[in-house]
Structure formats: C-alpha cells, structure tokens
C-alpha cells in the first residue's frame, strides 16, 4: 500500500521536553512538507525538503527543527524553545511542483 | 508571497442543495489544490487543478489561471460533505505551498 505515515496519532508531553514526530512515505516522491493546524485554522508550513539531505525553513520555523537523511523520512523535533507546542502536525509528500499527498497527523498536546 | 482567500469561511446548507466555494489567489500559480479536511483531520486530495475544469462526482472546479481564482462547486450536498475545504497553491520548486483559511461547510440532514 502506497502512501505516508505519521506516528504517533496522539503525543502528550511535558513543558520543557524535546519530542520527534515520524513521518514516512513510499510514494517515491522528492519533496517533503511539515504543516502545523491550530484548532479552527488553516495550515502554515514549517519546514519543507525538495531533495535528501537539503531542507527549507518554511513561515515558521522557530522552535523546530528536521532531519532529511533518506528519501523516505522526514522527521520533525519540536524543541523546547517552540512557545505554543501544543497543536495537529501534519506531514505531506509530493512530487516536485505537483500534487501534495498528506499524512494522518500527530496531535501533540504539551502540558 | 502569495496571498490566498476562501469565500464564504462558513456555509451552512440543507442536505440536497448546492453550493460554489470561492479560492482567490495573488500572484501567478503553476499548482492549485483543493482538499477536504474530514471531522477527524484528516486531508483528503478533491482536485488538482492548475487550470480547466474537472469533475468527480457531485463535485467539479474550475480554475481560471488568468483571472486567479478557482471555483469548487458541490451538488446535491450530503451529510458527509461537511467539514472543512481548503485550496491550496504553489509548491514549485523554490516556491512554498501556500494554505487558505478555508470554508467550513456545515451540511444538516
């Protein structure tokens, strides 16, 4: 079955802890995207990957960071330095300039 | 960059009506997207449609480059229509994806 992968669905941590969100896609797509939704909220891009080992900071990066080592993987560490952690991420593939593909989602909750 | 607008941001619409959402956008586009998010968020793909006219079901949209808009047009709504539809453009190479805020569709059986 083609298509990506987000876990974990649910992550719940404490204030000050760094946490990894996966993201995994066997569509053999180039570019990668990390969008983060606010409840009643569009979504506004984190960071984005056009190719391995190559990564974009999107409209906002601070506080996060991504890894692009396999084509496949694209993981996002929300660090303890991102204010408002608290919110739905979603991962998306595509290939370049063509139709984006998203994940499932991870809704992270820091308390 | 690139500005984008959803009209209306709330419908709400008895089951069999119809209904067009509106996606204006800024600059010049090569990538235009429309999605519907599910009451469990999940982002399903509807269209993909940079220019033309395509239909897939109930639902079709067109999208006049030129004039940057898009149109997505729903008939004969059903309960399940409901939840919220997002455009999104760009997306080229060097060229971020860009979200609307969205149109939360509200469909009562």
């Known amino acids: 079955d083609g298509g990506i992968t987000q876990s974990p669905k649910y992550l719940f941590r404490k204030e000050g802890q760094n946490v990894t969100l996966s993201c995994e896609q066997n569509l053999n797509h180039d570019a990668m995207y990390w969008y983060r939704q606010d409840p009643g909220q569009g979504l506004r891009l984190i960071y984005y990957s056009q190719i391995v080992n190559d990564f974009q900071k999107g409209d906002i990066a601070e506080g996060y960071s991504v890894s692009r080592e396999k084509k496949e993987s694209f993981p996002l560490t929300v660090t303890s330095a991102q204010k408002n952690p608290t919110a739905f991420y979603l991962c998306?593939?595509?290939?370049?300039?063509?139709?984006?593909?998203f994940g499932p989602g991870t809704r992270l909750t820091v308390t | 960059g690139i500005q984008v607008e959803q009209s209306p941001p709330d419908l709400i619409l008895q089951e069999g009506a119809n209904s067009t959402l509106r996606c204006n956008f800024s600059d010049s586009v090569n990538n235009l997207q429309w999605f519907h998010q599910n009451p469990w968020g999940q982002l399903i793909n509807l269209f993909y449609i940079p220019s033309g006219t395509k239909q897939n079901g109930r639902l079709s949209a067109t999208t006049v480059a030129t004039e940057r808009y898009s149109l997505l047009y729903i008939s004969s709504s059903q309960t399940t229509d409901s939840g919220v539809y997002f455009c999104a453009v760009g997306g080229n190479y060097g060229q971020n994806f860009v979200f609307g805020p969205g149109t939360r569709l509200s469909v009562l059986p």
């Open positions: 998306a593939s595509s290939i370049q300039g063509a139709e984006q593909y």
